[in-house]
């Protein structure tokens, strides 16, 4: 069943600013690696964020100084504050923990769907 929700998608317009949340479900437990992810339409979803269980964050080329992962473990929750959108950011995001693995350090920093295996169902971020 489903263990990651995320929130907080909308239609923005370029320049402007959003912030998703990635909440856990009670019991989540999966945390060595979080991350975020996108697919725009007729494109292959592409990595955009994950953070490690040593606080290290990873980001695509593409966000990097525009978006920041942060967390409040309080409220299980993960967040991706997107600054500065622009059109091409436009896209169905996800959230998503990492399978379990002993080499979670350099497998979360590859940021590639294929080793993600918890997600959520997606928010639609569109910018115009």
């Known amino acids: 069943h489903v263990q990651l929700v995320e929130s907080g998608g909308g239609s923005v317009q370029a320049g402007e600013s959003l912030k998703l949340s990635c909440t856990f479900v009670s019991g989540f437990s999966n945390r060595k690696c979080m991350g975020w992810f996108r697919q725009a339409p007729g494109k292959p979803r592409e990595g955009v964020a994950a953070?490690?269980?040593?606080?290290?964050?990873s980001y695509a080329d593409s966000v990097k100084g525009r978006f920041t992962l942060s967390s409040d473990n309080a409220k299980n929750t993960l967040y991706l504050q997107m600054n500065s959108l622009k059109l091409e950011d436009t896209a169905t995001f996800s959230c998503?923990?990492?399978?379990?693995?002993?080499?979670?350090?350099?497998?979360?920093?590859?940021?590639?769907?294929?080793?993600?295996?918890?997600w959520g169902q997606g928010t639609q971020v569109t910018v115009s």
């Open positions: 998503a923990a990492l399978r379990p693995t002993y080499t979670w350090r350099d497998t979360c920093r590859r940021l590639r769907a294929s080793d993600f295996s918890y």
């Open positions: 953070i490690d269980g040593d606080g290290t964050a």
